[in-house]
């Protein structure tokens, strides 16, 4: 196990600079004119020009640019946006908010998604799997958007329970709803895979001989339905949370949510390369080490996997 | 007194409306303490539903008991209170089935999946109940017993699974072992190994087997009656010495007829039952054996024959057995090439 995890953390350096120097190049490389539309309408002045043109390297080829980027990250220093801010400050600012989203979105899915599958799964064709089987459905065909400004206009506006944007610093209370949002569509997905897997694992030789053994049904379905069913279910929330952080885009947006995803989307609009690589360089490696994580969490969940 | 296990006329269908199967048309058997019963029979024959349903594990729906009964002890166990047959489960009737790698739980440890009834059946602490799991792997004579109680089902090889699994059907000291094709997953010499154990353990414990098996050679070695099962009916059923001498339905003759043996001429074809069994959902009228039966006559497609007494304890459904058991056997049977 010890040599797999240093493997994979090896493993985990090609991919970090790959997927890096993509996203530097995509963004800073790939365009005519760094100064066009940077001054407003006016052309902008030779200095400035010839100031920003030193601070980024702009002189230089790509991969020499990408290469001194990547020296300063590695300091620590992720550089500062066109307007001077530092960009670890902005990082420092949004990432807690967006973890904290994200965090409440992958317990709402995993908590009410193996519920809701489980809750379907073992009562088989009725009410409640019709239920479960309808509304993930009306989830997973609706855009995260209209689920979020339905939300918004109904609980914040109509009802007044929630506010519409919440604020700088914001609490655990006032993600819910945002969280629930940026679930839905995993809570979806998490509660037919659950469904599935479990009514797969009901006609499992294995519960048979449990339940042949004579122990009692709570302990069947708990003990040797369940774990075997939540296997690819783990796997997918693990790889989701990676997923949670990037779509957190949307949901930051509707719900004026301060997170990485505003930033992410200002720093595209403006070309502003070291917000941009910065953020997702960290995105990168948040879904990496999820992937890590659920791998290793898969041999204890399931003995027969056995890394080494 | 009454006998251990009493099967009495067990109907059970599955599915609905016009897709309805038959599976069991009226099931008879019983079972002794002590004694060894062989449910001999080909696949789709009802031998694992019967057993499945004596158990109470049967999967409704799809299936459906529509009569008979079974009766352990002289207790009624169709329509008993569910929680009164869970707690028959492992304490008076344990099951071992046919794929011991699909029937143990792949996640948890073999002693973890043993450990398990002393906890939940007998209230003993995880240690203790650990403790007494590498007593009963050691009680199946699996080597290092101790350390193998932690190993999981895929560490282990098919005999040392099969013979976990019969451990653990045993753990709570049942009166009726009901075994499922024990051996039909594992290779010859160790199928041997494993009859071997079952039998010096049904004779120590004083325990009633039924082995369900279409392994005419198994049966042979170990049963002391033989319950033949075609189509969802028993089609003969007597103590293993007079069927081997004297099988009375055709279809038991059949199947002694189809082993190849030792002795036969090299190069000479296999003689199968011609046909295939009929399908559940249209059992042919009459005689459900006929349309594969070289003796079939008019009175066969017309008139289901009866399970009838041929004497001394010997019962087939054939219109024509008593011609049958005069004859004797084809040809001298493999139980008989093997004794000489």
Partial sequence: ?308 | MAPLLEVDDLRVEFGRGRETASVLNGVSYHVDEGETLAVLGESGSGKSVTAQTVMGILDTPPGRITGGSVRFRGEELLGADPERRRLLRGESMAMIFQDALSALNPVYSVGFQIAEQFRFRRGMSRKDAMVKAAEMLDLVKIPNAKQRVKEYPHQFSGGMRQRAMIAMSLALDPELLIADEPTTALDVTVQAQIMELLDELRRERGMGLILITHDLGVVAEVADRIAVMYAGRIVEHTDAASLYAHPAHPYTRGLMDSVPRVDDVAGAPLRPIPGLPPSLSAIPDGCPFHPRCAHAVDVCTDEVPALRELGSGHQAACHFAERFVAEGPDRPTTHEVVSR
């Fill in chain 1, 1 to 308: 196990m010890g040599r797999y995890t240093l493997r994979r953390l090896l493993q985990l350096i090609p991919v970090f600079l790959g997927t890096t120097f993509i996203v530097y190049a995509l963004v800073w490389g790939l365009r005519d004119d760094p100064f066009a539309g940077k001054c407003g309408q006016r052309e902008c002045s030779p200095a400035f020009k010839a100031a920003i043109t030193e601070r980024y390297n702009l002189d230089d080829p790509l991969i020499v640019q990408y290469l001194k980027y990547l020296g300063n990250v590695l300091t620590g220093d992720f550089g500062q946006t066109f307007s001077g801010t530092e960009v670890s400050t902005l990082i420092a600012d949004a990432y807690p908010i967006t973890v904290k989203l994200a965090l409440i979105a992958l317990v709402i899915e995993a908590v009410i998604g193996i519920i809701a599958g489980v809750v379907s799964g073992l009562r088989g064709r009725g009410f409640v799997d019709s239920l479960v089987l309808v509304s993930t459905l009306f989830l997973i065909a609706l855009p995260v958007f209209v689920t979020g400004l339905v939300l918004r206009q109904v609980l914040g506006v109509e009802l007044g329970i929630i506010r519409t944007s919440v604020s700088g610093d914001p609490s655990i209370g006032e993600l819910i709803v945002p969280g629930f949002v940026l679930a839905s569509l995993s809570m979806a997905y998490v509660a037919r895979l659950t469904r599935t897997s479990l009514m797969e694992n009901t006609r499992a030789d294995f519960v048979r001989t449990a339940v042949a053994k004579g122990l009692p049904r709570r302990r069947v379905v708990g003990v040797h339905m369940l774990r075997n069913s939540l296997i690819p279910v783990v796997t997918f929330l693990g790889t989701d949370i990676g997923a949670l952080m990037g779509g957190a885009i949307v949901t930051e947006g509707v719900f004026n949510i301060r997170g990485i995803g505003g930033l992410v989307y200002r720093g595209l609009q403006q070309q502003d390369t070291a917000t941009v690589v910065g953020i997702v360089a960290l995105l990168v490696i948040v879904y990496l080490i999820a992937n890590l994580v659920v791998d290793l969490l898969y041999a204890v969940l399931d003995p027969r996997i056995r890394y080494d």
